[in-house]
Every structure is written in C-alpha cells, then in structure tokens.
C-alpha cells in the first residue's frame, strides 16, 4: 500500500517510514523545503517538497496513496509563536488536508495533551472515553482536528483514527534534543540535579509500530488511541542516568513517585503494542544516549 506521510524528516516521521517499509509500504514523504533527508532514501520512495498547507502539492503527496498520515507540525521555537499564522497553518490546513484526502484512511498524530483536566469519576485510569479538556493551544488544536476526524468517519462512514502519544523518547538525529541529553549534560558538569515534576514516557519505536499498525486496520476506524508506557520524575531519569555514568550525584527524589492519572493500556495493546519497557526502558535508552554522546 502506499502511504501519504507528513513530516517524514522529523523525529517522529522517520521512525513512522521505517515502520511502514518494514511492512511492505511504500511511502511518499511530505518534506518542507531545506528539510534534511539524510537517511531517509531507504525509506522513501518519494519526495513532496512543501509546506502542509500549500494546497498545491497535495495532488503529488495524495496520487497513489491508499492512506494518510498526518504528523507534520509548524510550530515556531521558542517565543515566536503567532496565534493567527498557527490557525492557518495548523487547524485550517490539518482539516483541509483532511477533506481533501478523502475517501483515504486518515491518521492523525495527535497527543496526550488533548487532556489535562482529568474527572475524578475516571478513578485514576483514563481510558479514551475521557473527554478531551486541554490547557494550552497545542493540545486545543489536536482535539480541534481529532473532532473533525471524527465528522468524517460518523458522517461519511470514512476510516480515521488518532494517534495520541505522551513525551516521545529515543535517539534523535540531533543528538542534543534527544530526551535525556541536557540531564547526562549536567550530570557530567555539576554532579547534581534537582527539577520538580515528572512526566509520562512512550518510545518512539512503539509509537512508530502503533501507527504502523493502524494502517489498514478496520479495527481502529473512529478511534482515538493512548500511547502511554510509564510515568518517571526528573529525578529518577537523572538517578538512573548516574547510575550509568557511574557519577556518586546529588539528585532530588523528593517528588512523589506516582501520578495522580494514569492512561488505560488497552487500545494500544490492540494495536500489537504492549507498551511494557517502563523504567528499564528509559534507562537502556540512556545507556545508548551516553555511549553515543561519548
């Protein structure tokens, strides 16, 4: 089958490319101009140089293709943000593409941040059935798209689905935004560490093998689907990454080791992904990060 995928240059569009080839796809890979391809030849079969929202390359990025992936973002660094630019480019675009791709199978790569305000009927267990109560502008957006997903399988019986994964871990090609970098940074540099806090971790394998997994997959049609393996504080990533760099450091643990939310496991598990790598996970993760940091 051949597969439309947006944002194939990116951390995460990489890993989906390999995913999708593994399995006998052939990928046609949106990329913006001055994107980097290194690495990707072996992945994609064709190049669509554009933006998102350039309504002119969508004929190239949709001939032949049977399904949709739409992981592509724009969103500016740091403060450079502008309201009007990201409802034009991002909402306006993501549904466009939407309609303009039908009657395709359409994945959305949307996130965990679609929630934050969590019931307390859910009794800690969120499942998909939650409602979708965001608190920023990037989370407003994807539940804005993941509406419409759902107007076009309702409405028009077609196939969509979303994707939702928490903070993606793994090995960036820039090494430096890999998750873990700056705390082995710092680590190496003062031998302490203390950030409040934690967070809930998926491997960028498993998201990649989820998606992948949803290709072609009735079972998936009109669903919204949680990626979450684990939840870590700050400072367990930093005790673990001590442990590996064989640093005695000062690390603050004074967080409460558990969440008061935790995501159901079940719809993922019916994607073929157990996501059951936990802290062992994470620290293999940054056991590799350190071997290739040096």
Known sequence: MRVALTGVSGFIGRAIAR???????????????GSVRDGLEQAVDRF??????????????????????????????GDAFCLSRHLHTNLVGSIELLKASAPRQFIFISTLAVHHDMLPRWRGVIDEDHPLRPNTDYGAYK???????????FGAGRSTCAIRPCAVYGIDRKLERSRGYEIVKQLRAEKQFSRPGGGKFVHITDVAEAVANAVGNADVAGRPVNLVDCYARWGDWAAMAAAELGIDAEIDLSCPTQPKNMFSKDAARLLGVPLDRGHEGIRAHLRELIRIMG
Do not use: K, M, Y
Not at 19 to 33: K, Y
Not at 58 to 64: G, I, V
């Open 143 to 153: 539940a804005a798209v993941e509406a419409h997903l759902w107007a076009e399988h």
């Open 48 to 77: 669509v140089t554009g933006d998102q929202f350039d309504t002119a390359v969508w004929p190239a990025l949709l001939e032949d293709a049977a399904c949709v992936i739409h992981n592509s973002l724009d969103w500016p660094a």
């Open 19 to 33: 995913a999708l080839i593994s399995r006998g796809h052939v990928v046609t890979g949106l990329v913006r101009p």
